[in-house]
């Protein structure tokens, strides 16, 4: 399954963006869905993610309490909501699903980029007044 990020664009320093996660195909067919972002002359970097069947969910340190993720069960869709942003934020915005099993994912493996597949194209976020 292909993933397509989309809803990026241009905001102001302390505005609000929405992000969208769909698969190409019928449905996720996953137990969870990661975002991920990456900066020019950056690694990919993890900003959170979310277990399709409890809703569970986990953030990075630097978007916690700002970046609330939320998935769609009837629509399937993830959404990735972003406050209060920051111009760090700016980055091209990927969502992706585990490659490993649930034991791996909770015990860590969901932070890492490496464990993830179902790549799509990113969506541009910038940050700037």
């Known amino acids: 399954v292909q993933l397509q990020a989309s809803g990026g664009g241009l905001v102001q320093p302390g505005g609000s963006l929405i992000l969208s996660c769909a698969p190409s195909?019928?449905?996720?067919?996953?137990?969870?869905v990661g975002w991920f972002r990456q900066a020019p002359g950056r690694e990919r970097e993890f900003v959170a993610t979310?277990?399709?069947?409890?809703?569970?969910?986990y953030y990075s340190d630097s978007v916690k309490g700002r970046f609330f993720i939320a998935r769609d069960i009837f629509k399937n869709i993830v959404y990735l909501q972003m406050n209060n942003m920051e111009p760090e934020d700016t980055a091209v915005y990927y969502c992706?699903?585990?490659?490993?099993?649930?034991?791996?994912?909770?015990?860590?493996?969901?932070?890492?980029?490496?464990?993830?597949?179902?790549w799509g194209q990113g969506t541009q976020v910038t940050v700037s007044s």
């Open positions: 992706a699903t585990p490659m490993g099993d649930r034991l791996t994912y909770y015990s860590g493996g969901y932070s890492s980029s490496l464990r993830y597949d179902s």
């Open positions: 195909g019928r449905g996720f067919n996953t137990y969870a």
């Open positions: 979310i277990n399709w069947d409890a809703g569970t969910t």
